[in-house]
C-alpha cells in the first residue's frame, strides 16, 4: 500500500463523493414533480451535515484514508441514527405527523449510502493506481 497517498487528505475525492451521492440517490425522485425542489432543499439541510463531515475529515483523514471501508460504514450508521432520532423527535414516533425537515432527512439516505460507498471505493482505486506506477 502506497503510504504517501494516505498522508495526504483526499478533499478533491471527499466532495466528489458528496456531489455524486447528491445526484445518483436523488434519481428517483427527479421523475416527480417537486423533484426538483425537493434537490435543492435536501441540498441546503445536508450543508451543516457535510460541512460538519469535512471538518471531522481534515482532523482524521489519515485514519480514515487508511481504512476507508471501516470509516464510511461508521459514518453511514451514526448518519442514520441521527436520522431516526429526529424523524422519532420530529414526528412524534408516527408516521401520520412527519414533518418536512424530518423527511428531508429520510430521502437522504440513498444519497449518504452513494456517498459512503464512493468515497472509499475511489480510495483504493487511486491506492491500486499509484502502486502500479
Not at 471527499?14 to 428517483?28: R, V
Not at 475529515?57 to 471501516?70: D, G, M, Q, T
Amino acid at each position: 500500500m502506497n503510504d504517501s497517498l494516505l498522508r495526504e487528505p483526499q478533499v478533491e475525492l471527499f466532495f466528489q463523493a458528496y456531489f455524486i451521492g447528491m445526484t445518483l440517490g436523488h434519481l428517483p425522485f427527479f421523475f416527480d414533480d417537486i423533484g426538483f425542489i425537493a434537490f435543492i432543499l435536501k441540498f441546503i439541510v445536508s450543508m451543516p451535515i457535510v460541512f460538519v463531515l469535512f471538518i471531522f475529515y481534515r482532523v482524521k483523514y489519515i485514519e480514515i484514508n487508511s481504512r476507508p471501508f471501516l470509516w464510511s460504514s461508521i459514518i453511514f450508521i451514526v448518519i442514520l441514527l441521527l436520522i431516526v432520532a429526529a424523524f422519532l423527535l420530529l414526528s412524534g414516533g408516527s408516521i401520520q405527523r412527519l414533518s418536512l425537515l424530518a423527511f428531508f432527512l429520510i430521502i437522504s439516505l440513498p444519497s449518504i449510502l452513494v456517498a459512503c460507498i464512493y468515497f472509499p471505493v475511489m480510495i483504493r482505486l487511486r491506492l491500486r493506481k499509484e502502486a502500479v506506477r
